[in-house]
């Protein structure tokens, strides 16, 4: 699933007429970034949730058949927010054994190979890719031990990439409705459920116009090299 329902508030002017998974840099937009990245690292079935301006991202991607994928759309009316957004898309998702479920927010970019997320054995419920605190965020979101679980509490701390591997038993009992995944994680790891990997390459927080300019840069310098 790609998270792909914000309004972009940050990113203003740039989403007032455009929505920001469909921002360009690197001459392409982000969520064609993401797309890319997911066909190549195997995944197939995609689901996407937008509100602000979302006919736009469906017209730009259609049935997803362009990128070797197939598109299905979950609409909101309103943000969702993250864990209100994914437990609307759940039945899309989930199903016929499939019980695990890849998320990636829209509005970053990353190098991490996405193949290298799999389910771990015992009770996790979730996997989160960590990377190393950008100046923006220099006090990170939570501990991985040396044991790749991870913790709210404890240092030092790394910052969420915004990918990560869920399962559908974290939004067992939860109501419909608008609500973040930071608590529902947060919980989950008072469980001892969840599970890191941390990501040395390259990470990119698209919240600002600066930061898109800042990743179209890198992406042209990688391209030139």
Partial sequence: MILA????????????????????????????????RL???????????????????????????????????????EPLETAGGILQALPLLTGAGQDWFLVVNG?????????????PAGEATAVLVMVDN??????GDF????????????????????????????FEGLEHGKQKLAPILKAAMGRNQVHGIHHRGLWFDIGTPERLTQLDQQLTTLEGA
């Fill in 134 to 139: 950008p100046p923006h965020h220099p006090d």
């Fill in 143 to 170: 501990n991985l031990d040396h044991h790749g679980r991870v913790h709210d509490r404890g240092r030092p701390a790394l910052t969420f990439s915004g990918i990560s591997l869920l399962h559908r038993s974290l």
């Fill in 5 to 36: 329902a914000g309004k972009g508030e940050r990113m203003r002017p740039l989403t007032l007429t455009t929505p920001k998974p469909l921002l360009e840099a690197g001459g392409k937009a982000l969520i064609v970034h993401h797309l890319e």
């Fill in 107 to 119: 509005d970053i970019w990353c190098d991490f190979n996405l193949a290298l997320l799999t389910p």
């Fill in 39 to 77: 066909k190549a690292a195997g995944f197939c079935q995609v689901v996407i949730n937008h509100a602000w301006l979302g006919e736009q991202i469906e017209s730009a991607l259609t049935d997803g058949s362009r990128f070797g994928v197939v598109i299905t759309y979950s609409r909101e009316q």
